[in-house]
Each structure stands twice: as C-alpha cells, then as structure tokens.
C-alpha cells in the first residue's frame, strides 16, 4: 500500500514554461513533506520542505504547494531549464518517524 | 564539508552471496537511513540509525541489517542474497529527525548498486 504517490512516471515541458510535478498521500499524520532530485548515477539531492503548517514554501524558481485537505503537493519549477531534467521524488513523514518517498516522477526540459 | 560517502560504488555477487555495504554520513550527523531503490518503486526504508541504535525499520525481512559506529559511520549487511535484492543501496545522514528543515534535510551518498546474478 503506497501512501505516497505520484502518478505521473514522466512529464515533458518546453524550456521556458512552467514545470508541475504532484504528489498524493494516504496518510494524514504527515506532518513535514520534502522534494528531491535526483540525477543518474547520483545521490537524491535535497530541493525544498514544507511543514504542514503552511501551504506554500518558495525558494527561487522553486515553489511547492500543500493542500492538506485533499492530500495532495505540488512542486512547481517557474521558468523550466533543461538542467532540471532528472527525477523528482516526494517524502512526507510523521514527526519522529521514517520518511515515505514516492516512485518518483521524471522530468524531461526540452530546449 | 565532505558529503556522504558510499563504499563499493559497484558490487556483483551471487545469488546465496553475503554483502556489506559501508555509509560514512557527514561530520556531525547522528542519523543514518538506508534506502533500496528500485525501477518504479522508488526508494524503500530499510531502517535508520541514531547514535549506534535502531530507530526506525522499514519492512524487510531479516537478511537485511545494519549496525552503526560510535563516529557514526554505518553497515549494512545482507545474507543469502536473492535476484529480487538487485538495486541501487542509498544511504543518508542528517542532524537527526527531529523539528526543523536543518534537522530534517537528509543528505544522500551516490549509493551503491548492487547486482546479484
């Protein structure tokens, strides 16, 4: 049983546009929510979190949106550049407790 | 600062094989998770260590276990190897898991893939 999911397995976006990848999740004790990325033959790098006391964290082009009513975050990626090509996975946990990650989700920017 | 530093890289066993991987977290980071990623499946808690004790266990059977070191640095070891346990073996460090993005952020190594034949 996944309670972490993303349901889109990839996503193309034209250099330029806006980036939008979702992520669901099962369980309402989540409490804190992560975004990485990941490039090949790499370690999962560290994008951005947010707690579940807010609906809204950004941090340059980055911006991830949390509705806690419908279990459901987004990361946006405002302007897409083809360096953002990799897989993007979401974490959620409850405090004290291990972090879920998603399946991941792949991002492919299209000069 | 050194980031996380994952030993072997690569690795090719055999099915029935035992294997140790070695994970050295970041200077001054207590907390080491491991993850096994596979295609489509994303990546998988396999247990995390704080201060040379279990703290949290993913569900995986028994063949998979770990240790951590009093300088924190981590082991896990898996015996009598299967087809299925083909992956990409990640570790992490953080603070801890405790209140915070500082102490929540988890600093990942390059793994290790591990290939069973």
């Known amino acids: 049983d996944q309670q972490v999911k993303q349901n889109s397995p990839s996503l193309s976006v034209q250099e330029g546009r806006i980036s939008i990848l979702n992520c669901d999740y099962t369980?309402?004790?989540?409490?804190?929510f992560l975004w990485y990325k990941k490039y090949p033959a790499e370690g999962p790098t560290f994008l951005i979190s947010?707690?579940?006391?807010?609906d809204k964290n950004e941090d340059g082009r980055f911006t991830v949106f949390l509705n806690k009513s419908a279990k459901h975050l987004s990361l946006h990626i405002v302007p897409s550049q083809p360096g953002d090509s990799a897989v993007y996975f979401c974490?959620?946990?409850?405090?004290?407790?291990?972090?879920?990650f998603g399946p991941g989700t792949r991002l492919s920017v299209l000069p | 600062k050194a980031g996380v530093t994952q030993t072997p890289r690569y690795l090719i066993k055999t099915r029935g094989q035992q294997v140790t991987l070695s994970c050295s977290p970041i200077?001054?980071?207590?907390?080491v998770s491991w993850y096994q990623q596979t295609p489509g499946q994303g990546l998988q808690f396999l247990f995390e260590?704080?201060?040379?004790?279990?703290?949290n266990k993913g569900n995986f059977p028994g063949r998979f276990s770990g240790r951590q070191f009093s300088n924190s640095r981590s082991e896990m070891n898996v015996s009598t190897l299967e087809l299925g346990d083909s992956a990409l073996y990640l570790c992490?460090?953080?603070?801890?898991?405790?209140?915070?993005?500082?102490?929540?952020?988890?600093?990942f190594g390059p793994g290790t893939r591990l290939t069973v034949l």
């Open positions: 369980n309402s004790m989540f409490d804190y």
């Open positions: 200077s001054g980071h207590r907390s």
């Open positions: 974490a959620a946990r409850r405090m004290g407790q291990n972090f879920v």
């Open positions: 947010i707690s579940s006391i807010k």
């Open positions: 260590y704080f201060s040379e004790t279990q703290r």
């Open positions: 992490a460090s953080s603070l801890s898991l405790g209140q915070g993005a500082s102490y929540n952020e988890q600093f």
